[in-house]
């Protein structure tokens, strides 16, 4: 077996999953140098110093720094600085492996081809098995003027609410649309907390930005009608991605791929009130992301089965005829990503084979 057939194996084992495929291993091959990989390969998702990860590669700890750093320094793995010591890790696919790269430089041709390889992993087999599984690893969170006061009880359903209990915002460009560049929408809108957020900046794929910053960067997206998106996990929220239908990973899942539990809507439903509607149409020409909305009979009717919650209906209506209501069956959400987690690998069949490699 390949070292990089290997290290495939060790990032398909993660809840995001690496599936085999041709693209895959020509992406392994663009990212990772042969020696990279071999480092890689002794490495977890658990940050560890060079010493150590020097040992189990079999390698001097001087040469094993060379290698991480340049790995740190393309996004393919992860870097923490912690009580003035460095200490390296693996990271998964999605968020990760795909995206650092395309943050912090857009125009080499290294990238164009990554792009045209991802859009075929994702074609082939990545968006299958990222968005295939029963428990979705993230949820729509709904703009947060579209939500009526009465309905904030709960803080992971604010967005501002991430913002406000960040430790560290660092703000990116949005990979899924520099890779595939199917749309105009805005890019520097992609926010990443605390650490992962640290470990950006220090690496020059983000910029760190203040909360004020952060919240003026939640009303470009919902200008532009880019629908938020977080970890589907009650505890924290490690990202927010606003995201396109057309050049988006997550939901390109339910647009493209069809995948009933691609990505998870949020607790509310939009509902159009139908004396107060113009059937102006742009709820569901403009607005819409997953065409969830139609105009029939001279008014907006929205498929709740389809419908998304992300609220850019409701900021979208000039006559005021849409609003959010909570659905009757309320997705259920884990407690932490630590949940989150543990039931997508057991879903997937995939628990003892993480364990394994966190163990090692």
Request: glycine content about 6%; aromatic content about 6%.
């Amino acid at each position: 077996m390949s070292v990089y057939e290997k290290l495939r194996e060790r990032l398909d084992a993660h809840p995001t999953t690496a599936p085999k495929s041709e693209a895959i291993d020509k992406i392994l091959h663009i990212l990772f140098s042969p020696q990279e990989a071999e480092v890689a390969v002794n490495m977890n998702y658990k940050p560890k110093n060079a010493a150590v990860i020097a040992k189990s590669a079999g390698i001097s700890e001087d040469m094993a720094i060379k290698h991480l750093e340049s790995m740190a320094n393309k996004g393919i793995i992860f870097s923490r600085r912690k009580d003035g010591n460095l200490s390296y890790g693996l990271v998964p696919l999605i968020p990760g492996v795909f995206e650092f790269p395309f943050m912090k430089v857009t125009t080499l041709p290294m990238h164009k081809e990554l792009g045209k390889l991802w859009e075929e992993y994702h074609y082939e087999a990545l968006g299958n098995s990222f968005s295939g599984n029963p428990t979705p690893t993230t949820r729509v969170v709904a703009v947060e003027k579209s939500i009526p006061s009465q309905d904030r009880i709960h803080p992971y359903d604010e967005v501002k609410y991430f913002i406000n209990n960040a430790n560290f915002i660092a703000l990116a460009d949005c990979a899924c649309r520099i890779s595939v560049g199917k749309c105009d929408k805005p890019l520097d809108v992609c926010l990443i907390f605390d650490s992962a957020g640290e470990f950006l900046v220090e690496r020059g794929f983000a910029r760190q930005i203040t909360k004020e910053e952060g919240l003026k960067v939640l009303d470009k997206a919902e200008k532009a009608g880019l629908v938020h998106t977080s970890n589907n996990s009650a505890d924290k929220a490690n990202l927010i991605c606003n995201c396109c239908p057309c050049c988006c990973t997550l939901l390109r899942g339910k647009t493209q791929l069809k995948h009933p539990h691609a990505i998870e809507p949020s607790r509310f439903a939009a509902f159009v009130k139908s004396d107060d509607c113009t059937e102006c149409g742009i709820c569901a020409d403009e607005r819409c992301p997953v065409k969830a909305i139609t105009i029939t009979d001279d008014v907006a009717f929205v498929n709740e089965a389809e419908c998304i919650g992300c609220g850019l209906c409701v900021t979208g209506c000039p006559a005021e005829a849409v609003e959010l209501v909570e659905r009757k069956q309320v997705p259920s959400i884990p407690a932490t990503l630590q949940d989150l987690a543990v039931k997508v690998l057991q879903e997937k069949g995939r628990l003892d084979a993480f364990m394994k490699i966190m163990q090692s």
